[in-house]
């Protein structure tokens, strides 16, 4: 197929590029290049050996959006390009509401218009809020005023237009693809997450103090309701959530209107069991102290990974070692990211 992947030159979009090639599939990338550098798409091309279209468009420009759009004829888009800091989401909801959810209506527009009508779309885990039971299946409730923050209120605000998309016109196939939490890199340890600034998320954290730009990890609480009382999550290899991404490309082929998956594991990891499997798999020690709570976060939260397992054929493959050997590959070939190449 012919593919159109806009925020392709990020992290999750890097990755999924790959997966891409390796299936035989052809990809255009649009991406502005706001939170990430065109050495990851000549990464790409050195691990593939196989070109990718890039353009430098921003999502909100709409002349630019339909040139690419009329420049090509695609099969299917998938759509990573958004802004994602949550707490930076709080200081500027009208710049996050704007870039993620005008930027998509912008981009189904341009879409329409070509005639182009399937799209799978990088939805959340976060659009759960609080989860009422584990591990969480797709048709779990969705509360708007149990989302914390204007960035995930974008992924649930962007959920409904596309399913209103669908309802005023049927030929629309649409996946939403709820990640749970992405972490490690290709093995080749040429890609993986470049956070600009202080991470915000555990994993870059981690790598960052193991391979001593941080002095240490602040651990956001041990009183939930967890084994050891540190926050549990459903990490989920990169690798695996890319390879998801040409199940759900393939899945739109077959015409089935708008699909909801979730992608993680099934299992979850606490803040402590991830840091010691880092530690194991760096041999670097991670030091940390526990600190208050983070405003929003939620004692618990993984998967019913079984939805994408039995439509799409789909299931993470790679486990907690994985992970932290990889993110550690990454990182300790790369300690700048991609600064140093550029
Ligand atoms: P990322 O920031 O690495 O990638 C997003 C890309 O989109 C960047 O390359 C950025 O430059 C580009 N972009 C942003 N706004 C744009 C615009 N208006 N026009 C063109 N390009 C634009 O983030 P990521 O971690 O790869 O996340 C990809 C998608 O997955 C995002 O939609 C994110 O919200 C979603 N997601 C990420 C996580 C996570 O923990 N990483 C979890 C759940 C969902
Ligand atoms: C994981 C655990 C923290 C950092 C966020 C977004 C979500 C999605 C993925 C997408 C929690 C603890 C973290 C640190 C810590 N975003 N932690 N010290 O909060 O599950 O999800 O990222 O684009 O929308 O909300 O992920 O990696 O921030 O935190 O103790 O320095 O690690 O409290 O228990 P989270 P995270």
Known sequence: MNV??????GYIGSHTCIELLEAGHTVTVIDNLSNSSLESLKRVKQITGKDVVFHEVDLLDKPALAKVLESDTFDAAIHFAALKAVGESVEQPITYYHNNVTGTLNLCEAMANVGLKNIVFSSSATVYGTPKSLPLTEDADTPIE????????????????LKDIHTSDGDWNIALLRYFNPVGAHKS??????PQGPPNNLMPYVSQVAVGKREKLSVYGDDYATPDGTGVRDYIHVVDLAKGHV???????T???????????GQGYSVLEMVKGFEAASGKDVPYQIIERRAGDIASCY???E???SDLGWQAELGLRDMCEDSWRWQSQNPDGYKQAS
């Open 307 to 309: 939805k994408a397992k």
């Open 4 to 9: 159109l992947v806009t925020g392709g030159a």
């Open 303 to 305: 998967a019913d990974p």
């Open 247 to 253: 199940k759900a490309i393939e899945k739109l082929a």
């Open 255 to 265: 015409k089935p209107g708008v699909v909801v998956y979730n992608l993680g594991t």
């Open 189 to 194: 340890g040429l890609i993986g997450e470049d």
């Open 146 to 161: 149990e989302v914390t923050n204007p960035y995930g209120r974008s992924k649930l605000m962007v959920e409904w237009a």
